[in-house]
Nanobody, 126 residues
Framework: QVQLVESGGGLVQAGGSLRLSCAAS????????MGWFRQAPGKEREIVAA????????YYVDSVKDRFSISVDNAKNTVYLQMNSLKPEDTAVYYC???????????????????WGQGTQVTVSD
């Protein structure tokens, strides 16, 4: 079992930055692929970014490319989402997710993940 706890959300003006953190506990997560998802009111939960367990392979949804960056710190059992140049349309609850995985694969479907955090609210004002 893996427990995930997100932090770092908040209210920021358009153009600003936030860094989300997702701390994992329980079984070691060094062999877990990780993902960040978000869900805006009235919309489905969508993938934002994903990384292989090694951190060598990463995926970004087109709307956040060149603005967001996902990274892992295995020593701290933490995955980060650095969000720059934030836009009002980035407003959502952000969730991190994990699934057991080896190799260089990342996963972009929410159905492929086994563990979820409770979410952290990100609100971008214009």
């Amino acid at each position: 079992q893996v427990q995930l706890v997100e932090s770092g959300g908040g209210l920021v003006q358009a153009g600003g930055s936030l860094r989300l953190s997702c701390a994992a506990s329980g079984r070691t997560y060094s062999h877990y692929a990780m993902g960040w998802f978000r869900q805006a009111p009235g919309k489905e939960r969508e993938i934002v970014a994903a990384t292989s367990w090694s951190g060598n392979n990463r995926y970004y949804v087109d709307s956040v490319k060149d603005r967001f960056s996902i990274s892992v710190d295995n020593a701290k059992n933490t995955v980060y989402l650095q969000m720059n140049s934030l836009k009002p349309e980035d407003t959502a609850v952000y969730y991190c997710a994990a699934r057991r995985a080896l190799g260089s694969s990342f996963y972009i479907s929410r159905r492929e993940y086994d563990y979820w955090g409770q979410g952290t609210q990100v609100t971008v004002s214009d």
